[in-house]
């Protein structure tokens, strides 16, 4: 590199320096560049002039908060200036492309033999990829705190050492109660055996793949959690610890056991269903005069079922209302507007949901066939009410046709006779009774509530003793 000395004792030192790859120059006592290294020059992305340029090789400087710095006021300036080194103030630099290099500058001031200033040097150590270390740092340490995870780092004592906000939502302690003691404090006392099978493993290196567990909160409480954990290395690549990803899997359980008992209410209702049915084929195919009209039948009924079953998948298999079943039931005959109901609000359990379902579809098709919405006139008026019987509560409902034709059918030749007076009653554990006169069919349902109720679990109806009620003596309807 030029340099302005001659002196040979220089010119050995700037070969040494020159071969230096941090950079490296030196000023007068004015400031004035006097050497640079191939370093510095990489470094400022230009070459200095030697004698003319004064304190800095870079182009331009920066505070680390982004303001202009002026040559004037650099480190190498204020130590020339104030004859001390400067330390620990960083400045960024940028080269004639943009580019921005932060950077931490050491100008030290150099004395002759009798103590005078003569001029300075300054190293300039890049801090780039410090900063970029530091905002990877900075990331990730956002990520993991804001993670809705529980992520918590221990030693391989199993002491804790980090503790994110995530883990403070979860197990309810804060970072301050839970670093610096034992993770074992999370773990129930019948899983306490799974912490040194743990530690064993990532004492080997090796990654605990997520796996379902169960852990203990701050106030006592258990709860379902999905964990990961992975060996935590220092500097040199040695094992120090261990990380743990926690996730509160509360929900996802929860979901699944619904999703079980679902089934299995699908599973069971299913069954009462395909008794049901094929004791209606049986029955119908007895009644019926000609396969078309057995096809008719049969294909109605299945529909009913269908309606019942579509208001029990709507409301999540919890059951439906009265109002609801009996409209849909009915809505298919049309006229639907000429039924009045009246009652308690009453959710009924998909069991009652299912067996009523029948029950209104004898009563809406009969009436449709023979009564009140087959003619232009009367009414149909469906009333229910709860009363107190001893200790327990009484349903009862009255399905009651007025002012329609005179009945001298219902059910198509004595099912329907045998749905309303055995099956529907059956299945809710009641009773069932059948009366018309010139005003219309009356039915009158009476059961136990808890049998029909939809907060209360009613007992699962045997399809057998429904197929042997359906397959039993018939019911003759008078004249």
Same mark, same amino acid.
């Given at each position: 590199?030029?340099?302005?000395?001659?002196?040979?004792?220089?010119?050995?030192?700037?070969?040494?320096?020159?071969?230096?790859?941090?950079?490296?120059?030196?000023?007068?006592?004015?400031?004035?560049?006097?050497?640079?290294?191939?370093?510095?020059?990489?470094?400022?992305?230009?070459?200095?002039?030697?004698?003319?340029?004064?304190?800095?090789?870079?182009?331009?400087?920066?505070?680390?908060?982004?303001?202009?710095?002026?040559?004037?006021?650099?480190?190498?300036?204020?130590?020339?200036?104030?004859?001390?080194?400067?330390?620990?103030?960083?400045?960024?630099?940028?080269?004639?492309?943009?580019?921005?290099?932060?950077?931490?500058?050491?100008?030290?001031?150099?004395?002759?033999?009798?103590?005078?200033?003569?001029?300075?040097?300054?190293?300039?150590?890049?801090?780039?990829?410090?900063?970029?270390?530091?905002?990877?740092?900075?990331?990730?340490?956002?990520?993991?705190?804001?993670?809705?995870?529980?992520?918590?780092?221990?030693?391989?004592?199993?002491?804790?050492?980090?503790?994110?906000?995530?883990?403070?939502?979860?197990?309810?302690?804060?970072?301050?109660?839970?670093?610096?003691?034992?993770?074992?404090?999370?773990?129930?006392?019948?899983?306490?055996?799974?912490?040194?099978?743990?530690?064993?493993?990532?004492?080997?290196?090796?990654?605990?793949?997520?796996?379902?567990?169960?852990?203990?909160?701050?106030?006592?409480?258990?709860?379902?959690?999905?964990?990961?954990?992975?060996?935590?290395?220092?500097?040199?690549?040695?094992?120090?610890?261990?990380?743990?990803?926690?996730?509160?899997?509360?929900?996802?359980?929860?979901?699944?056991?619904?999703?079980?008992?679902?089934?299995?209410?699908?599973?069971?209702?299913?069954?009462?269903?395909?008794?049901?049915?094929?004791?209606?084929?049986?029955?119908?195919?007895?009644?019926?005069?000609?396969?078309?009209?057995?096809?008719?039948?049969?294909?109605?009924?299945?529909?009913?079922?269908?309606?019942?079953?579509?208001?029990?998948?709507?409301?999540?298999?919890?059951?439906?209302?009265?109002?609801?079943?009996?409209?849909?039931?009915?809505?298919?005959?049309?006229?639907?507007?000429?039924?009045?109901?009246?009652?308690?609000?009453?959710?009924?359990?998909?069991?009652?949901?299912?067996?009523?379902?029948?029950?209104?579809?004898?009563?809406?098709?009969?009436?449709?066939?023979?009564?009140?919405?087959?003619?232009?006139?009367?009414?149909?008026?469906?009333?229910?009410?709860?009363?107190?019987?001893?200790?327990?509560?009484?349903?009862?409902?009255?399905?009651? #046709?007025?002012?329609? %034709? =005179?009945?001298?059918?219902?059910?198509? +030749? $004595?099912?329907?006779?045998? /749905? &309303?007076?055995?099956?529907?009653?059956?299945?809710?554990?009641?009773?069932?009774?059948?009366?018309?006169?010139?005003?219309?069919?009356?039915?009158?349902?009476?059961?136990?509530?808890?049998?029909?109720?939809?907060?209360?679990?009613? #007992?699962?109806?045997? %399809? =057998?003793?429904?197929?042997?009620?359906? +397959? $039993?003596?018939?019911?003759? /309807? &008078?004249?």
């Amino acid at each position: 590199m030029t340099d302005l000395s001659n002196s040979s004792t220089l010119d050995l030192s700037h070969q040494i320096l020159d071969n230096l790859p941090v950079a490296i120059y030196t000023t007068d006592s004015e400031g004035r560049i006097t050497y640079f290294n191939r370093a510095a020059a990489d470094f400022a992305g230009r070459e200095p002039e030697l004698g003319k340029d004064q304190w800095c090789v870079t182009h331009k400087l920066f505070t680390t908060d982004g303001q202009v710095l002026p040559h004037d006021q650099c480190p190498m300036a204020v130590a020339l200036r104030e004859n001390r080194p400067v330390r620990n103030q960083s400045a960024i630099s940028q080269r004639p492309d943009g580019t921005r290099v932060p950077f931490l500058p050491y100008p030290t001031p150099l004395h002759d033999d009798q103590g005078r200033l003569v001029g300075a040097v300054n190293m300039l150590f890049d801090l780039t990829d410090r900063h970029l270390a530091d905002e990877a740092r900075h990331h990730l340490s956002a990520i993991v705190e804001s993670s809705f995870d529980a992520i918590v780092s221990k030693d391989l004592n199993g002491v804790i050492k980090s503790w994110n906000s995530g883990a403070q939502r979860l197990f309810g302690y804060t970072a301050d109660e839970a670093v610096g003691r034992s993770v074992t404090m999370l773990i129930p006392d019948d899983h306490l055996d799974e912490e040194p099978r743990i530690l064993e493993r990532i004492r080997k290196g090796e990654r605990v793949e997520t796996y379902e567990t169960i852990r203990r909160r701050k106030d006592g409480s258990l709860v379902p959690v999905s964990l990961t954990i992975s060996p935590v290395r220092n500097a040199v690549g040695r094992i120090i610890g261990a990380s743990k990803i926690a996730r509160d899997i509360s929900i996802a359980k929860e979901s699944e056991y619904r999703i079980r008992m679902l089934m299995r209410e699908v599973n069971h209702r299913v069954k009462n269903q395909y008794s049901v049915i094929i004791s209606m084929i049986r029955e119908t195919s007895k009644r019926s005069s000609t396969p078309a009209e057995f096809e008719r039948q049969v294909r109605e009924r299945i529909m009913a079922l269908s309606l019942s079953h579509d208001l029990l998948v709507s409301g999540d298999w919890r059951g439906a209302t009265i109002f609801e079943l009996l409209l849909a039931q009915a809505k298919p005959f049309g006229n639907e507007e000429r039924i009045s109901m009246a009652g308690p609000s009453l959710t009924l359990n998909p069991n009652a949901v299912q067996y009523l379902g029948i029950a209104f579809h004898e009563l809406a098709t009969n009436s449709a066939k023979y009564g009140v919405l087959s003619a232009a006139e009367g009414t149909i008026s469906v009333q229910w009410k709860v009363s107190q019987a001893g200790a327990l509560k009484r349903f009862q409902l009255i399905w009651k #046709e007025r002012d329609g %034709p =005179q009945v001298q059918n219902i059910g198509h +030749g $004595g099912f329907g006779t045998v /749905v &309303l007076q055995r099956v529907a009653p059956a299945a809710v554990s009641g009773t069932g009774i059948l009366e018309y006169d010139s005003h219309g069919v009356t039915w009158t349902l009476e059961a136990p509530l808890l049998q029909l109720e939809a907060s209360v679990d009613s #007992e699962h109806v045997d %399809p =057998q003793a429904i197929d042997e009620v359906i +397959g $039993g003596p018939e019911f003759e /309807v &008078l004249p």
